[in-house]
C-alpha cells in the first residue's frame, strides 16, 4: 500500500499513512486486538521527504529593489496588486488569491479568511495596513464588487491561476530559486525578527499552527493588537524602501527619516 503511494511521488503521504498504520496496531496491542505492530519494520523502507525550500529575499537593498520592480510592472492591474498585497499581508499564496470580497472587513480594517481555506483550519484574522487599504480599493475600480478579489482575466468567475504570481515574478527579472510568492513569508518573517518584533506575534501573523489548542486560541486574541501594529510598520517600511527612503525600523512603531 506505501509503494503504491510513493509511486506515485507522494513520499511525504507514505510517511504519513505509516504513521497512521503504527497508531492503529498501537491502539490494536492495547486492546487485545493485535500482538505487534508491523510497521516498526518498515522503518527506512521509504525514501526520506525532501525539504522544500522556497526562494526569498531576505537583504533590504534587496527587498526595496523586488517592491520597486513590483510598483513598475507592466502587467495587469490585477497581478501588480496581487504581488503587493501579498508582499504587505504575507499570507498564504492560496489564501490570497481565493480571497473574496466578502471576506474584507472595511469599519476594522481586517480580512477575515474562514477555517475551510487555511491550513490549520482555523479562522484567521489579517490587520490591514493602510497600504493594503489602498491596494484593496484600488482593486475594487477593476474587479467591482463580484465573488473574488482577484479574478482571473481569463474567467472572471475564478480566481488568478496558483502560477500567476510566480509568472510575473519571473516577467520582473526574478529566477526560478531567487524568489517565489511563497518567498515573501520568508523575507517578512525573517527581516520583522531582525527588526525586534515578538515572535509569538509573527509566528500568529503567519498563521503557524500552535501546538497547544489553549494557547493558540489565547494568543488569536492576545496578539491582535500587537499583530495591528506590526502590519502597520511593516508596511511603512515597504513603502519607504520602494520610494528609497532611510528607514529605521522600531518595534511598536516605524521612523522615517
Keep these: ?6 509511486a506515485r511521488g ?3 503521504v507514505a510517511h504519513h499513512t505509516k504513521q497512521i498504520v503504527g497508531q492503529v496496531f498501537r491502539y490494536a496491542i492495547a486492546t487485545g486486538r493485535a500482538s505487534r505492530d508491523p510497521s516498526l519494520d518498515l522503518r527506512g523502507a521509504l525514501p526520506p521527504v525532501r525539504q522544500r525550500h522556497f526562494g526569498a529575499i531576505t537583504e ?13 510592472y507592466h502587467g495587469s492591474t490585477v497581478v501588480r496588486c496581487a504581488l503587493q498585497f501579498t508582499a504587505l499581508t504575507f499570507a498564504r499564496p492560496g489564501e490570497i488569491r481565493k480571497a473574496e470580497w466578502k471576506e474584507i472587513d472595511w469599519d476594522h480594517a481586517l480580512w477575515r479568511i474562514p477555517a475551510a481555506r487555511m491550513k490549520a483550519k482555523r479562522d484567521h484574522l489579517i490587520p490591514l495596513s493602510d497600504q493594503a487599504i489602498a491596494v484593496l480599493q484600488e ?11 482577484f479574478p482571473s482575466a481569463r474567467t ?11 509568472a510575473a ?3 520582473l527579472g526574478y ?6 510568492a511563497h518567498g515573501f513569508r520568508t523575507m517578512a518573517s ?6 525586534g518584533w515578538p515572535a509569538d506575534a509573527i509566528e500568529r501573523q503567519l498563521a503557524h499552527a500552535e501546538r497547544d489548542e489553549v494557547r493558540g486560541a489565547y494568543n488569536r486574541a492576545e496578539y491582535l493588537a500587537e499583530r495591528r501594529k506590526m502590519m502597520n510598520a511593516w508596511a511603512t517600511y515597504l513603502e519607504g524602501l520602494t520610494k528609497g527612503t532611510t528607514v529605521i525600523p522600531f518595534p511598536n512603531s516605524s521612523h522615517i527619516h
Design 175 to 180: 529566477p526560478q530559486g531567487a524568489m517565489t
Design 156 to 166: 472572471p468567475q475564478r480566481p488568478i491561476s496558483e502560477n500567476t504570481v510566480l
Design 169 to 171: 515574478l519571473r516577467a
Design 1 to 6: 500500500m506505501l509503494r503504491r503511494i510513493e
Design 10 to 12: 507522494a513520499v511525504s
Design 190 to 195: 525573517t527581516l520583522l525578527n531582525e527588526q
Design 60 to 72: 533590504p537593498a534587496e527587498v526595496a529593489g523586488l517592491m520597486r520592480a513590483i510598483e513598475g
Design 139 to 149: 482593486l475594487r475600480g477593476v474587479s467591482g464588487s463580484d465573488h473574488h478579489i
